[in-house]
C-alpha cells in the first residue's frame, strides 16, 4: 500500500496518531538505499562540488563563490517550498514566478510612498502574495477547474498587471528607493568565525537564515499541525479526506495562500540579492520550483512532501549552476542541462513510485 492509496474511515478523527503516521511519510523509507533520494542528492551534491572545484578552484573562494552561492540556496529553497505546499495536494503553481513579481512591486510601493521600514515592507509583500495565492485556491476549490490551467492564466494575468503597474508607478523602471538594512543584508555575512589564531567573517550570508527559518516553519507545519496533516490526506485520497470531514476545499485556499506566501518572501530575497524592486523578479522560478522538492522526493501526484529533500534539491540545482557558470557555460546552456536534470528527476519520481508498489511500502 502506498501512501496514495491510505484512506481514513469515517468514524476515525484525522488527527489520530495512525493518519499522522500514514501522512507524513518519509520519501524513500522502505525503499533500498540507492533508491532513497535524499541519500542520492548528498552523494551526487558533494562529487559535483569536487569535481568543480578540482576544475576551478575559484569555487571554494568565500566573497566570489560560497557567499553567492548560499543566498541564492536560500532564494530557490524557499522557491521550492512554495511549490511544495501545492505539490502536497498533488496540484502545481505555475505563477510562482508572477507571485513573487506582484508582492515585490507592492514592497516596493510601500517603500517608496508609505516610508515602511525594511521587515514592514517585507511583510506587506507577503500579505499581498499569500491573498494572491489564495485567490488561486478559492478558484481552483470553487470551480474545480485544474490547477494547472487556472495558475498558467493567472500567470499572463500578473504578467500583465505588473508591466502595467510598472510603467504606471515608475515609468517601466525599477523601484530606487533602497531602505535602511537593506544594503546589510545584501552585502554583510552572519557573525565570525576564528581558526586558530585568526578570525574573519563567516561565509554565511544575512539571507541565509530566512531561508533555514522558513524551511523549520514549512517542516513543523506538515509535520506536527493538524493542518499539515489534512493537506497531505487531501493530496494522497481527496475523496477520503471529505469522507473524514476534512474541509477539502479550504485546505486547497491553505495550500496555494502558503505558496503565494512563500513566493512573496522568495521575490523580496532575490530584490534584495539584486539590489532593486524591478519587474523581473521572479522570471526564473518556475523551473527550480520544481527542481528542488522532486529532486528531494516530494510526490507530485501529493500525500507525501520532503522538506529535508527540498533543501538538498534547492542545492544541487545551485552547485550545479554555479559550477557550469565557472567552467564558462552560457545562460542558455544552463538552462539546457537545468532542463535535463528535470526529466531525470521526473523519470527517478516515477522508479521510486514503481519500486515502493512492487514492494508495498511507501515512497
Same mark, same amino acid.
Given at each position: 500500500?502506498?501512501?496514495?492509496?491510505?484512506?481514513?474511515?469515517?468514524?476515525?478523527?484525522?488527527?489520530?496518531?495512525?493518519?499522522?503516521?500514514?501522512?507524513?511519510?518519509?520519501?524513500?523509507?522502505?525503499?533500498?538505499?540507492?533508491?532513497?533520494?535524499?541519500?542520492?542528492?548528498?552523494?551526487?551534491?558533494?562529487?559535483?562540488?569536487?569535481?568543480?572545484?578540482?576544475?576551478?578552484?575559484?569555487?571554494?573562494?568565500?566573497?566570489?563563490?560560497?557567499?553567492?552561492?548560499?543566498?541564492?540556496?536560500?532564494?530557490?529553497?524557499?522557491?521550492?517550498?512554495?511549490?511544495?505546499?501545492?505539490?502536497?495536494?498533488?496540484?502545481?503553481?505555475?505563477?510562482?514566478?508572477?507571485?513573487?513579481?506582484?508582492?515585490?512591486?507592492?514592497?516596493?510601493?510601500?517603500?517608496?510612498?508609505?516610508?515602511?521600514?525594511?521587515?514592514?515592507?517585507?511583510?506587506? !509583500?507577503? %500579505? =499581498?502574495?499569500? /491573498?494572491?495565492?489564495? &485567490? #488561486?485556491?478559492?478558484?481552483? $476549490?470553487?470551480?474545480?477547474?485544474?490547477?494547472?490551467?487556472?495558475?498558467?492564466?493567472?500567470?499572463?494575468?500578473?504578467?500583465?498587471?505588473?508591466?502595467?503597474?510598472?510603467?504606471?508607478?515608475?515609468?517601466?523602471?525599477?523601484?530606487?528607493?533602497?531602505?535602511?538594512?537593506?544594503?546589510?543584508?545584501?552585502?554583510?555575512?552572519?557573525?565570525?568565525?576564528?581558526?586558530?589564531?585568526?578570525?574573519?567573517?563567516?561565509?554565511?550570508?544575512?539571507?541565509?537564515?530566512?531561508?533555514?527559518?522558513?524551511?523549520?516553519?514549512?517542516?513543523?507545519?506538515?509535520?506536527?499541525?493538524?493542518?499539515?496533516?489534512?493537506?497531505?490526506?487531501?493530496?494522497?485520497?481527496?475523496?477520503?479526506?471529505?469522507?473524514?470531514?476534512?474541509?477539502?476545499?479550504?485546505?486547497?485556499?491553505?495550500?496555494?495562500?502558503?505558496? !503565494?506566501? %512563500? =513566493?512573496?518572501? /522568495?521575490?523580496?530575497? &532575490? #530584490?534584495?540579492?539584486?539590489? $532593486?524592486?524591478?519587474?523581473?523578479?521572479?522570471?526564473?522560478?518556475?523551473?527550480?520550483?520544481?527542481?528542488?522538492?522532486?529532486?528531494?522526493?516530494?510526490?507530485?501526484?501529493?500525500?507525501?512532501?520532503?522538506?529535508?529533500?527540498?533543501?538538498?534539491?534547492?542545492?544541487?540545482?545551485?552547485?550545479?549552476?554555479?559550477?557550469?557558470?565557472?567552467?564558462?557555460?552560457?545562460?542558455?546552456?544552463?538552462?539546457?542541462?537545468?532542463?535535463?536534470?528535470?526529466?531525470?528527476?521526473?523519470?527517478?519520481?516515477?522508479?521510486?513510485?514503481?519500486?515502493?508498489?512492487?514492494?508495498?511500502?511507501?515512497?
Amino acid at each position: 500500500m502506498t501512501a496514495r492509496d491510505v484512506t481514513v474511515p469515517a468514524s476515525k478523527p484525522p488527527e489520530t496518531p495512525e493518519v499522522d503516521e500514514a501522512r507524513t511519510a518519509r520519501p524513500g523509507r522502505g525503499l533500498p538505499f540507492w533508491a532513497n533520494p535524499r541519500l542520492g542528492l548528498v552523494v551526487v551534491t558533494a562529487a559535483l562540488v569536487a569535481i568543480f572545484g578540482s576544475l576551478r578552484p575559484a569555487f571554494f573562494n568565500e566573497r566570489l563563490t560560497i557567499v553567492p552561492l548560499l543566498a541564492d540556496v536560500s532564494v530557490f529553497l524557499i522557491v521550492g517550498l512554495a511549490q511544495l505546499c501545492v505539490l502536497s495536494l498533488g496540484h502545481m503553481n505555475l505563477a510562482v514566478g508572477r507571485m513573487a513579481a506582484i508582492s515585490a512591486f507592492v514592497t516596493g510601493w510601500a517603500y517608496t510612498s508609505l516610508s515602511v521600514p525594511l521587515y514592514v515592507g517585507m511583510v506587506i !509583500g507577503l %500579505l =499581498a502574495g499569500a /491573498a494572491v495565492g489564495g &485567490l #488561486a485556491g478559492l478558484i481552483i $476549490a470553487r470551480t474545480g477547474v485544474n490547477s494547472f490551467v487556472v495558475t498558467l492564466a493567472l500567470d499572463f494575468a500578473l504578467l500583465g498587471l505588473v508591466t502595467l503597474l510598472y510603467n504606471s508607478v515608475t515609468g517601466g523602471v525599477s523601484f530606487a528607493v533602497r531602505p535602511d538594512g537593506m544594503d546589510q543584508l545584501r552585502n554583510d555575512t552572519f557573525g565570525d568565525y576564528c581558526a586558530g589564531d585568526w578570525c574573519g567573517p563567516s561565509a554565511i550570508p544575512l539571507v541565509a537564515p530566512l531561508g533555514l527559518i522558513a524551511a523549520l516553519v514549512v517542516g513543523y507545519v506538515f509535520r506536527y499541525t493538524r493542518l499539515g496533516r489534512e493537506l497531505l490526506m487531501t493530496g494522497s485520497s481527496e475523496r477520503a479526506a471529505q469522507y473524514s470531514g476534512i474541509p477539502t476545499g479550504g485546505r486547497v485556499v491553505a495550500a496555494h495562500a502558503m505558496s !503565494g506566501t %512563500l =513566493a512573496a518572501l /522568495a521575490g523580496f530575497l &532575490l #530584490a534584495v540579492n539584486n539590489g $532593486a524592486f524591478s519587474a523581473n523578479i521572479g522570471e526564473g522560478f518556475l523551473l527550480p520550483s520544481f527542481l528542488a522538492p522532486v529532486l528531494g522526493g516530494t510526490l507530485l501526484a501529493g500525500g507525501a512532501v520532503s522538506v529535508l529533500g527540498t533543501i538538498l534539491g534547492a542545492t544541487l540545482t545551485q552547485v550545479i549552476y554555479k559550477g557550469l557558470n565557472l567552467l564558462g557555460f552560457v545562460l542558455d546552456e544552463l538552462k539546457i542541462y537545468l532542463g535535463v536534470v528535470l526529466i531525470l528527476a521526473l523519470s527517478l519520481d516515477r522508479l521510486r513510485v514503481v519500486l515502493a508498489e512492487r514492494r508495498g511500502v511507501r515512497p
